[in-house]
């Protein structure tokens, strides 16, 4: 879905990227190589529980064991996570020394590569993940879909109603 109020020559532009990347995972032999445009899929949400199912088949545990972290600005890539491109942040930006949120007075910032990875509930690395920022994430702009939400580290100085007044999210696609 992209918005109703882009031109038709973007929309024609944005519809070949998205055969693009169709083409390029129907070839694709290991799709967790694959550096995924989540926006440009028809349907985002299908992917996060594809890629858990086939994790939790793979770990040999339940669906409810897993939970999604994300690591913005992550190249390393193991054999449980997932590369993905095209996010914009707004509202904020992102710390890549720090590895959090950070305040920023651009409406939008697009982010780095970014590895969603599967964790068991009860790993010490999901465990350090619990007081981060749930945030969420939309497939565009209008935020009229949400797809998910991501936990977000950010700084312990700064109360979560800092970003929730900012309206702080991330998009998935963006005609930026």
């Known amino acids: ?3 109703d109020t882009i031109t038709v020559t973007e929309w024609l532009s944005d519809f070949k990227k998205r055969l ?8 694709c032999s290991n799709l967790q190589k ?3 445009w989540m926006g440009g899929l028809f349907f985002p949400e299908a992917f996060l529980t594809a890629s858990r199912q086939a994790i939790a088949q793979k770990k040999e545990v339940s669906l409810e064991e897993l939970l999604l972290a994300v690591y913005i600005g992550s190249t390393e890539q193991d ?3 997932f590369s993905v491109k095209g996010l914009t942040i707004e509202g904020a930006a ?3 020394e720090a590895g959090q949120l950070t305040m920023s007075d651009e409406l939008f910032i697009s982010l780095p590569m970014t590895q969603l990875k599967w ?10 993940t619990t007081d981060y920022l ?11 879909i949400l797809v998910t939400a991501f936990n977000l580290k950010q700084p312990k ?8 007044q900012r309206s702080m999210c991330l998009t998935l696609w963006s005609s930026a």
């Open 157 to 164: 100085e700064l109360p979560n109603s800092s970003w929730v």
């Open 79 to 81: 054999a449980d996570s």
């Open 34 to 36: 694959y550096k995924l």
């Open 1 to 3: 879905s992209v918005h």
């Open 94 to 96: 992102w710390d890549a």
């Open 20 to 27: 693009e990347q169709l083409e390029d995972l129907h070839n």
């Open 134 to 144: 749930r945030t969420p994430v939309y497939l565009n702009t209008c935020r009229n």
């Open 119 to 128: 964790l068991h509930r009860d790993s010490a690395e999901h465990k350090a």
